[in-house]
């Protein structure tokens, strides 16, 4: 194994001509550059340096080691000096995956607050439902994901192998034309709305929506089903049916035409961030989810 301090006394000795000039020029004694290069002949297995009385001659080995040290020396303090911007937060890359109304609500606030902080660290956003978006973390093929998933839901997922950073508790809302006849209540059961036609969303969130349905005693009548927020509330505000949207994605979009009620018994999400334990140590991933975190207390 070649290591970077002999290659330096192996260059500096070529440069100097001798062991005591090498040791002046590096900082350290004569008997410590002549040891180094012993070191070095011994892991080559092969001599590098001819000594003639005062003179110090390289090998044919030695010149062709030393036409290559001052590139693996240049690449090696290169290397350096990235990992130590990284470690610093001078550059860095994360790669996140969030859900829509994630992506629209909590993730402009994180990454605005992270790019005036860290202005050297790049983030990557693509967007996908869970559970692919945690399928995705576990495969290597993001760092951080902004998932969810329901308080006593049936199948909850397992997260027991990742580094989970709790973000808030978002609770469902039912959504209905601004006509309704439950327009302006303050609550509303599900139960009330057994006999309206649905707009569902996601399919994760539609088996959510039939699950509490079912748990009331009814099967919703789904007449649309659509994964994009602001085409449920367009549905609903024209009248075609009523949704149970999460109060995240209602934040996200404007709802014309149609009105928020509050949902009895209430049903909620817990919105989390999730990275992998290794990354969890990375600064930039470390960086990205204290300002999830920090955007989530605003919500």
Not at 47 to 67: D, F, I, K, N, Y
Not at 143 to 156: E, N
Not at 207 to 229: H, K, M, N, S
Request: aromatic residues 4%; proline residues 6%; contains cysteine.
């Amino acid at each position: 194994m070649i290591e970077a301090r002999h290659l330096r006394a192996l260059r500096a000795v070529a440069t100097t001509g001798s062991f005591s000039a090498a040791g002046r020029e590096l900082g350290c004694t004569q008997p410590a550059v002549s040891q180094q290069m012993k070191a070095l002949e011994t892991s080559v297995g092969t001599p590098l340096l001819v000594r003639s009385g005062r003179e110090m001659r390289l090998t044919e080995a030695g010149e062709a080691l030393v036409r290559h040290a001052s590139g693996i020396l240049a690449g090696l303090t290169a290397a350096e000096e990235e990992v130590a911007a990284i470690a610093g937060l001078r550059a860095g890359r994360v790669r996140l995956v969030s859900f829509p109304s994630g992506s629209s609500t909590l993730v402009p606030t994180a990454l605005a607050a992270l790019r005036a902080a860290h202005p050297g660290t790049r983030v990557f956003l693509e967007e996908a439902e869970p559970p692919h978006s945690v399928d995705l973390l576990r495969a290597g093929d993001c760092d951080v994901t902004l998932a969810f998933r329901y308080a006593d839901a049936a199948g909850a997922e397992e997260w027991d192998d990742l580094v989970l950073r709790p973000l808030l508790t978002d609770r469902l809302v039912a959504l209905v034309p601004e006509r309704h006849r439950l327009a302006g209540a303050r609550s509303v059961a599900i139960g009330e709305l057994a006999a309206e036609p649905w707009i569902a969303g996601c399919p994760r969130c539609r088996g959510q929506l039939v699950e509490v349905c079912e748990g009331a005693g009814f099967t919703p009548r789904i007449d649309f089903a659509t994964d994009d927020y602001p085409a449920v509330v367009g549905l609903v505000g024209a009248g075609l049916g009523v949704a149970v949207l999460p109060q995240l994605a209602v934040e996200s979009v404007r709802p014309r035409g149609a009105r928020t009620v509050a949902l009895e018994p209430a049903v909620r999400r817990e919105i989390v961030a999730l990275t992998l334990p290794d990354l969890a140590h990375v600064p930039a991933v470390a960086a990205t989810l204290e300002q999830l975190a920090r955007a989530a207390r605003r919500q």
